[in-house]
């Protein structure tokens, strides 16, 4: 390994150089997403005369599509707050300079008094935005761990701060239950009864019951089929299929649940989970964060403990806990949930697991 990509601090670097100031970057005051910098930098010198000057705004608009909406988002404000940290500190943003990246992802683990430190998580996608800004405006990429100043501040705050992710509780069948004694209103509890039930037996994201249709509802004897046109690890929008059954109890159906919210609200198309008003007024699709926070006052209402555990990612997370404590196989799991990652599937069962060895050692025996 090279001495530039060696990731060990060492005396020399404990302290860091101030960076050369070279006024502040040239990237856009507004960058509307990092991509954007390709399109600017390496497609607008086409005049509009051009012959090519189409085929750069449409090269443009491929371009922007090869990164997700809500990466695209991220990119856009990740790169924004480092543009402004730099223009605060009279730095360079446009080219940075590694010692300028150094500096600024130790201000978001330790930013003082006022403000929390940032995840390990967190710092990790800025350095890929501040990366990505600068490879797509043909620029050297200051914030790889090929550079020593980056890669040991880095490796520091990890040890630091530590790596885990919080995880989202499991809404177990259970806990479900639970919630449904606890709904109020006879519209809108329709209408969160089948949502729950469906992101739980469908194992879905908040964005997927967000973007589900009624044109993707097929129905059959054995129960329904769910087309998910995209999803989070299906970015270019190959689709999949979700099966989910009739159930074996009324109570706790989930195609009888959504039959029912269906026919009360009378959505005959569109979103298939609406807002609900005051006085059961039904509006428009939901967006994935009320989703989540749909959820969150649901357990709240039920008094289930610790609400603030729990949250949209809580159905998926309940379904492999419940199928993989009821002898499903993680193959089979994986099919339902679109995994691409053993780890991840296995996560929660051990979750679970450690749930049941906490209980278990509180018998006193």
Excluded at 157 to 164: H, K, Y
Excluded at 192 to 215: N, T
Excluded at 235 to 257: F, K, N, S, Y
Aim: overall charge positive; proline content about 6%.
């Amino acid at each position: 390994m090279s001495p530039e990509a060696n990731p060990d601090p060492s005396p020399e670097i404990e302290i860091l150089p101030p960076p050369t100031h070279q006024g502040q970057g040239t990237a856009p005051a507004q960058v509307e997403l990092a991509l954007v910098a390709a399109d600017r930098h390496s497609l607008a010198s086409f005049e509009p005369d051009d012959p090519l000057f189409e085929t750069a705004r449409k090269a443009g608009e491929y371009i922007r599509a090869s990164k997700a909406a809500a990466t695209r988002r991220a990119y856009d404000s990740d790169w924004r707050h480092f543009e402004g940290w730099c223009g605060k500190n009279g730095l360079a943003s446009l080219p940075a300079e590694p010692r300028s990246v150094a500096l600024y992802i130790a201000h978001l683990a330790s930013p003082g008094e006022g403000e929390s430190p940032r995840k390990a998580a967190t710092i990790s996608r800025r350095l890929t935005s501040i990366n990505t800004v600068h490879k797509m405006a043909g620029l050297d990429s200051p914030a790889t761990m090929n550079h020593r100043l980056v890669a040991a501040t880095f490796h520091g705050i990890r040890r630091t701060l530590g790596t885990a992710q919080t995880r989202k509780k499991p809404l177990t069948r259970e806990r479900l239950i639970k919630i449904f004694d606890a709904l109020e209103g006879p519209i809108a509890a329709a209408r969160d009864k089948a949502l729950l039930l469906i992101g739980f037996a469908g194992a879905l994201r908040r964005s997927e019951l967000a973007a589900m249709r009624f044109e993707d509802v097929i129905w059959h004897r054995k129960g329904i089929t769910i087309r998910l046109p995209r999803s989070k690890t299906d970015q270019e929008a190959v689709g999949r299929e979700v099966e989910i059954l009739w159930g074996v109890h009324d109570q706790t159906c989930p195609v009888m649940a959504l039959e029912n919210w269906l026919k009360i609200a009378q959505v005959k198309d569109g979103p298939v989970f609406r807002s609900v008003g005051q006085y059961g007024k039904v509006g428009g699709g939901l967006h994935p964060n009320s989703i989540g926070r749909l959820v969150k006052d649901l357990v709240r209402k039920a008094k289930i403990s610790a609400p603030q555990l729990y949250g949209g990612h809580s159905l998926r997370a309940g379904f492999v806990t419940e199928a993989s404590a009821n002898g499903a196989t993680d193959g089979q799991i994986m099919k339902q949930t679109g995994h691409t990652s053993l780890a991840m599937v296995r996560r929660y069962a051990r979750a679970d697991q450690q749930d049941k060895q906490s209980a278990e050692s509180k018998l006193g025996l």
